[in-house]
């Protein structure tokens, strides 16, 4: 096995004319190898970029997408006894927000303090005799109080990973193709540190997509290279099944996916469409791995070589391991976890941090931000089990800023997204919005489940309204509704300019009134019921239920009102439900 | 500039696919950009069109990523992309 740690410096010991990384084909031109000898060039040139930067600390902020070029920084930067600091994103808040870390290298693209985008020409690189930094690399993340977290890493801490992941599943020279970003531990570790440390090439471009990586293997299959592809469960729960995978699967030697865990689903159909099963790693950058697992033998984490796992009575999860900072202390952890006898199962977090397409995201931080923007006089948001835990928001607004319409909701949801976006990623942002004039709660006063769950339930029932909320009104109820833009009843009835038929908003009112009066009632007949003007899809209106029994029966007295006016007023009589035969 | 019936196809199918609650065919300016700014689409939404594209006309993009994501930059150049190499 060839494994040298980063605290022997494994970048100068290979032979030079090894090849390092692999450039892929692009369009005529064939993919080639990129020699170490090539590589300890750019190491030169950035050695000489570092001379040339001024810089009052001993860390450098890095964020370069090339990694053959972010390779050549880490070692230059290491070489010169410095830290350094790799931020999660190229936002520009992200960076702007470490301002204490030093100097920004690389193509950050996005900052006025970005390096020239010209690089330095390669030459020899400089070996010194300074000692390694005390800190290797630091990472930020977002702890659970929405802050970001500075984790330091010292070089015992990752060569206590690489050693481990070197003898479970040594490189053996196969090309590591990688489909994550190295700015993170994972992508750092497995698609830039492994690779050097073991003498195996990787790719010098990233593999953004399921095209590129069948070209790839295509190509790898004629060259008889085989690769090890370094994923994430957004990559590989999206694999075209029209793409023929069957000739080239072969040269995939294995498969490794971090970040989230992998559905079920998903790791089948990999199985299926790939040939080889997905090696799950479990952890985080505080934490480094913790376990691992191939779902098709089970769906328990068996812990690394090297990490003892616990639990206490609330389920969280304990660890000693060597990958963490007190290698020698247990140490309590946010994640819920539950024994088997195989090993352990995951049950989600203690805290508000979710991950959304692979990426930590902290829900406090999310609703602070959204708590500070004009006209938010309360936020909150959490994952829904759609597409990837997309974020679902409820905002209280001010009447002011409050939509009334289509068009007045899509620019509020605009305004909202523009201004988070320069803290936030696009998939982390809200993608289902609620907007209430008055926070809804159960008779506890909380946000409870049930109340979450009807604020969402027209994304489930396409003939539901989207409720906001209902407060008592007179001797009824007064509830809140927006028309929902693909409601069952809107669809394809009127071309051109859709509206809600009156009947519907009959049938919403009769399910309210069943709800909130908890009457077991049809409607027998309509009364007097008068509709002045349709609703629009996107309309915000205001439903007013009286339930009334008297001589002449039970009745519901129904209103709707928008700011557009009257929508339908008038009295719907009730009869008794007829009991249902079983 | 009128909306071809295949560019309203289109709409509805991003739409659809994508879970976009409060977007309406109307919406969707075809010379607007669908990613980022515009209509807001991130890299997750990349991978589900692109599925999307290879299920309802059966279009294999290139492997030349960034290029055939190019096709993605408005609803225009992605009617161009369906309707020069549509498979069914």
Redesign the interface.
């Known amino acids: 096995m060839t494994f040298r740690e980063l605290s022997a410096r494994p970048w100068r010991h290979r032979p030079l004319s090894e090849p390092f990384a692999w450039l892929p084909p692009e369009g005529n031109t064939p993919a080639r190898w990129f020699s170490v000898g090539e590589w300890h060039g750019r190491i030169g040139a950035w050695q000489q970029q570092l001379l040339d930067t001024p810089n009052d600390s001993d860390s450098w902020r890095l964020y370069e997408p090339d990694p053959i070029e972010f390779g050549a920084a880490l070692i230059a930067i290491w070489e010169r006894g410095d830290r350094v600091v790799l931020p999660a994103d190229n936002q520009p808040e992200t960076l702007s927000g470490l301002r204490d870390a030093g100097v920004v290298l690389g193509s950050s693209g996005q900052t006025p303090e970005q390096m020239p985008s010209t690089r330095l020409p390669s030459r020899p690189p400089r070996w010194s005799s300074e000692p390694l930094p005390a800190v290797a690399v630091s990472l930020y993340t977002s702890g659970s109080s929405g802050d970001p977290q500075r984790i330091d890493k010292r070089f015992d801490q990752l060569d206590a990973e690489l050693a481990t992941q070197a003898s479970l599943w040594p490189l053996r020279g196969q090309l590591v193709v990688s489909q994550v970003s190295h700015q993170h531990i994972y992508g750092l570790l497995f698609s830039i540190l492994r690779p050097l440390c073991e003498a195996s090439p990787f790719s010098a471009q990233p593999c953004r997509y399921p095209e590129t990586l069948h070209t790839w293997l295509r190509c790898c299959k004629t060259e008889g290279r085989r690769i090890v592809l370094v994923s994430a469960p957004p990559a590989l729960s999206r694999l075209p099944e029209a793409l023929d995978w069957q000739p080239e699967r072969a040269v995939l030697e294995t498969i490794y996916s971090s970040g989230a865990p992998l559905s079920k689903g998903a790791s089948d159909q990999v199985f299926e469409r790939l040939g080889k099963p997905v090696h799950e790693i479990y952890g985080s950058s505080e934490t480094g791995g913790i376990a691992w697992r191939v779902q098709q033998r089970g769906s328990a984490w068996t812990a690394l070589p090297g990490v003892e796992v616990r639990h206490d009575e609330e389920s969280r999860l304990w660890l000693r391991s060597s990958h963490l900072e007190t290698p020698n202390q247990w140490q309590r952890q946010a994640d819920l976890i539950a024994p088997t006898d195989d090993g352990f199962e995951l049950l989600g977090r203690a805290d508000r941090i979710v991950k959304i397409g692979g990426k930590r995201l902290s829900l406090t931080a999310m609703d602070r931000a959204l708590a500070t923007l004009p006209g938010v006089e309360r936020a909150t948001t959490w994952t829904l089990q759609r597409r990837d835990l997309r974020l679902a928001a409820v905002i209280q607004l001010s009447p002011d800023a409050m939509p009334h319409d289509h068009r007045q909701r899509r620019e509020t949801v605009k305004r909202l997204r523009r201004a988070l976006a320069a803290r936030f990623e696009t998939p982390a942002l809200p993608r289902y919005w609620r907007f209430v004039d008055h926070w809804p709660t159960n008779t506890q006063g909380k946000l409870s489940a049930e109340i979450r769950q009807r604020l969402f339930q027209d994304l489930e029932d396409r003939r539901a309204p989207r409720w906001l909320g209902e407060r008592p009104h007179e001797s009824g109820w007064r509830i809140i509704l927006e028309v929902p833009e693909h409601c069952i009843y809107v669809d394809g009835h009127f071309d051109g300019q859709p509206v809600l038929p009156g009947i519907a908003l009959v049938h919403w009112a009769m399910q309210q009134a069943r709800r909130l009066f908890a009457i077991d009632a049809d409607f027998s007949g309509l009364e007097r019921l008068r509709f002045p003007q349709p609703l629009l899809p996107g309309d915000r209106f205001e439903m007013t239920l009286e339930h009334r029994q008297d001589d002449a029966g039970a009745s519901l007295r129904l209103e709707c009102d928008s700011q557009r006016g009257k929508h339908v007023s008038g009295r719907i009589a009730l009869t008794a439900r007829q009991e249902l035969k079983r | 500039m009128a909306t071809t019936a295949l560019e309203h196809e289109l709409k509805e199918m991003i ?1 659809e696919t ?2 976009l ?4 065919p109307d ?1 969707i300016d075809p010379d607007e950009p669908l ?2 700014e515009g209509l ?5 939404d990349a ?2 069109l ?2 999307a594209l ?2 309802r006309y ?1 279009i ?6 960034e290029s ?2 190019q096709h993605f930059a408005n609803l225009r150049s992605l009617a161009a992309l369906v309707e020069s190499r549509r498979q069914k």
């Open positions: 739409i994508l879970e609650e409060d977007v309406t919406d990613f980022v807001g689409l991130d890299s997750i991978l589900e692109g599925l290879q299920k059966g294999t993009l290139e492997s030349e990523a055939s994501r």
